[in-house]
């Protein structure tokens, strides 16, 4: 069996769903189709069971599964040794990232390092920072830029650290907040988290209910316009809004930060592609890349 075919096996489990696994695996329905019951004919064993709501797998299915994962695991493995034995640094590095850090720093960092090493080649997958971890637990990526705590054990560095911040459109003193209605927007879970345990620490009640907007630019825009304050991170903040800002503090006095790592496993950066990206990065200066 080929390396798709575990691929396919993987994703298939995944998703339960064949038409969810071919867009995934970008091919089509029948080409799925096709491709697993060539796998079954060839091992002679039904490895799924078809039902209304998708796709149950048998136990000889469950059992292909778990060989699946450990012969991509191995086959990664293979790949970084053979490429940690040529002087030339060349192959793919799967990154993953949250989606902001994806969208405003994440290519200035790919082009300075494509630019000393021209061969690499990159697999991105970006999403929420929940999931990017997820994804590096499971050993689907190599390295994850994300936003927020998460425990684990292996490589990593802070990148850069960002303030939290309440703002307004006037003045206000933090007594002000429990009387202001709130504008929030759709954040990452580990952010929210933070938002929140800081609002029970210093109010007895909930926020007022303002508005509930999708990204963290509408959110200052509404804000702008009175319609409420906002709990943000400061790096959203340009220096020509006009609007008033409120550091938030923790419980020990000191400024509520989030903060922004990259995390990878230790054998990655053993390897010449890991070595040489972690190089690059510690050259870049990324203090002010993550500001809106």
């Avoid at 096709?34 to 490895?47: A, F, G, S, T």
């Avoid at 699946?68 to 990232?97: D, F, H, P, Q, Y």
């Avoid at 637990?137 to 960002?162: D, H, M, P, T, V």
Wanted: hydrophobic share 40%; proline share 2%; charged share 35%.
């Amino acid at each position: 069996m080929m390396d798709r075919d575990w691929e396919l096996i993987c994703v298939l489990y995944k998703e339960k769903n064949i038409t969810k696994a071919a867009a995934k695996l970008y091919i089509s329905q029948p080409a799925v189709t096709k491709r697993l019951q060539m796998i079954e004919r060839k091992l002679d064993v039904q490895i799924v069971e078809r039902g209304r709501k998708g796709v149950y797998f048998t136990p000889e299915g469950e059992y292909l599964v778990k060989c699946a994962e450990e012969m991509r695991e191995k086959m990664r493995e293979i790949m970084l040794n053979l490429s940690s034995m040529t002087k030339e640094v060349k192959g793919v590095i799967k990154i993953g990232a949250s989606n902001n850090f994806a969208r405003k720093t994440l290519p200035q960092i790919l082009f300075k390092y494509q630019e000393i090493y021209p061969k690499i080649k990159f697999e991105i997958i970006t999403g929420w920072s929940a999931e990017i971890f997820k994804l590096l637990c499971n050993k689907e990526i190599e390295i994850a830029f994300i936003r927020g705590e998460y425990k684990w054990s292996q490589g990593e560095k802070i990148l850069f650290e960002e303030n939290l911040c309440a703002i307004n459109s006037e003045k206000i003193e933090l007594k002000d907040l429990s009387k202001l209605k709130r504008i929030e927007y759709n954040c990452d879970i580990k952010l929210k988290s933070i938002f929140d345990n800081w609002w029970r620490e210093n109010f007895a009640d909930h926020s007022l209910k303002g508005l509930m907007v999708d990204r963290s630019d509408t959110c200052k825009e509404m804000v702008i316009q009175g319609l409420g304050f906002a709990l943000v991170p400061n790096t959203i903040l340009k220096e020509n809004d006009k609007l008033f800002k409120l550091e938030l503090l923790d419980k020990d006095g000191e400024l509520l930060k989030r903060r922004t790592k990259v995390l990878y496993y230790e054998n990655f950066e053993e390897t010449n592609l890991g070595k040489t990206f972690l190089e690059v990065l510690n050259t870049i200066d990324l203090k002010d890349w993550g500001r809106e």
